[in-house]
């Protein structure tokens, strides 16, 4: 594992692309600050220097169904939190008791049977001063190193490349946010009040809408009063 640092950069996701062009990877990428980092589905995702960490770990893998891909990254800080109750609200959003705390971001550039694949994981280690996003604190903060938690999420990784994601389902059904519960879920711009029932073995989400089952493999869950118009 090849480790890059830098005392600010607009986002951590792009330096790992650009070092991955001459690196062969695995690499991480961190920063003290980071002025444009970007969340899921392109939202903002705010950083406040001493308060949030951030970093990407890029590599090259043979292109092959990466789907659950990223909820692995999620089992892997999880792992590595192991001293905080961390849940993942499907697909990868930390969860500290209710509130998010963090979120991982998967993204990747497919060329022939080769696909180059940055995960990026942002975690709030304070409450946040210039946004509402929760924070871990409670001094575990300081015990988070972007090491361990590269190493762990690699060896998760190494381990679905192996094999699939079917080896990982009971432990993320054990982690998973309102296992059992109703949530609202939003699919598109139609929202649908479901029961979370658990993952299949290719890590979409299990439902109960009514009596009816279906497998979602897109769509979040809103956290209770989302409003609409802020998804
Ligand atoms: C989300 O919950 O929407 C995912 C957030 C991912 C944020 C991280 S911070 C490190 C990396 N660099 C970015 O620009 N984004 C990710």
Not at 67 to 92: D, R
Request: hydrophobic share 40%.
């Amino acid at each position: 594992m090849n480790y890059f640092h830098f005392a600010s950069l607009p986002s951590t996701q792009d330096k790992a692309f650009e070092l991955l062009e001459s690196t062969a990877g695995p690499l991480v990428v961190s920063v003290d600050e980071q002025t444009k980092g970007r969340g899921r589905l392109q939202r903002p995702w705010i950083h406040e220097k001493e308060n949030s960490l951030a970093m990407s770990l890029g590599f090259h893998v043979p292109a092959k169904n990466l789907s659950a891909l990223s909820l692995v990254v999620g089992l892997g800080v999880v792992k590595e939190l192991s001293a905080l109750p961390l849940q993942l609200k499907w697909p990868n959003d930390l969860m500290l008791r209710d509130s998010k705390v963090g979120g991982i971001l998967v993204e990747s550039k497919i060329l022939e049977s080769q696909a180059t694949v940055v995960v990026g994981i942002g975690i709030n280690l304070q409450h946040l001063k210039t946004a509402p996003y929760s924070g871990i604190g409670n001094g575990i903060e300081y015990l988070i190193s972007v090491k361990g938690v590269a190493e762990t999420v690699w060896k998760y990784l190494c381990e679905f490349f192996k094999s699939d994601f079917s080896v990982f389902r009971s432990e993320y059904e054990k982690i998973l946010w309102r296992r059992g519960q109703s949530v609202r879920f939003k699919i598109q711009e139609s929202i649908s009040e479901m029961k979370v029932i658990g993952v299949d073995a290719s890590g979409a989400l299990i439902v109960d809408r009514g009596g009816k089952i279906s497998m979602q493999d897109s769509g979040e869950i809103l956290f209770s009063g989302e409003q609409i118009s802020e998804v």
